[in-house]
């Protein structure tokens, strides 16, 4: 079965990048329809969703987010990336990696089926 | 952004109540709805998808409905396992999380 599992830096000085890899097993970040999803999670705060990588390579970023968003894909290594720029103590948060089907009737993602465990990353000098 | 609008924010119940958890979305989102249930420490899973649908592997306790901006969650028969944070998330446009409902222990 697919598993995911987020990796990198715990902590990142404000105004730097904060990069994060996902790396899938069980299957294939090229194969099958698929929405590959970064979401984070400020402690005791509801859910956010930061953006997408389908199957095909195309991404969709949240509007808050976009100018500051890049998710890319490493087919090589089976695993996609986040970077988020310019990082503030507001980026503080869980973040998570995610797996969403195309779901036909909204010709994009839907339900996020599979999660990675999370990971902490902490925005301070 | 679709805003979705979550209540109540937290309840107090037994086991073996039967609780209910509404979502409210600012536009028509057909029946674009899941519903996840999130334990301390972990990620998210889901339990109703397209509003109404059980997810695989997932107790006919738990159940789904409404359409539109109107939408409901319902434990029919609390179990101790139940006690954790749901969420529900729309997705017509980009996905959007509701506020999260805390269900805890009386």
């Known amino acids: 079965q697919v598993q995911l599992q987020e990796s990198g830096p715990g902590l990142v000085k404000p105004s730097q990048t904060l990069s994060l890899t996902c790396t899938v097993s069980?299957?294939?970040?090229?194969?099958?329809?698929?929405?590959w999803t970064w979401i984070r999670q400020p402690a005791g705060k509801g859910l956010e969703w930061i953006g997408h990588?389908?199957?095909?390579?195309?991404?969709k970023y949240n509007p808050s987010l976009k100018s500051r968003v890049t998710i890319s894909v490493d087919r090589s290594r089976n695993q996609f990336s986040l970077r988020l720029s310019s990082a503030t103590a507001a980026d503080t948060a869980v973040y998570y990696c995610?797996?969403?089907?195309?779901?036909?009737?909204?010709?994009?993602?839907?339900?996020?089926?599979?999660w990675g465990q999370g990971t902490v990353v902490t925005v301070s000098s | 952004d679709i805003q979705m609008t979550q209540t109540p924010s937290s309840l107090t119940a037994s086991v073996g109540d039967r609780v209910t958890i509404t979502c409210q979305a600012s536009?028509?989102?057909?029946?674009?709805l899941n519903w996840y249930q999130q334990k301390p420490g972990k990620a998210p899973k889901v339990l109703i998808n397209?509003?109404?649908s059980l997810a695989t592997g997932v107790p006919s306790r738990f159940s789904g409905g409404g359409s539109g901006t109107e939408f409901t969650f319902t434990i029919s028969s609390l179990q101790p396992e139940d006690f954790a944070l749901y969420y529900c998330?729309?997705?017509?446009?980009?996905?959007?999380f509701g506020g999260g409902t805390m269900i805890e222990i009386k």
């Open positions: 990588i389908y199957t095909s390579g195309n991404t």
């Open positions: 397209d509003a109404s």
């Open positions: 995610a797996r969403s089907p195309y779901y036909m009737s909204v010709a994009g993602p839907g339900a996020f089926d599979i």
């Open positions: 069980g299957g294939s970040v090229s194969s099958g329809s698929y929405y």
């Open positions: 998330q729309n997705y017509r446009h980009f996905p959007t």
């Open positions: 536009q028509d989102i057909r029946n674009y």
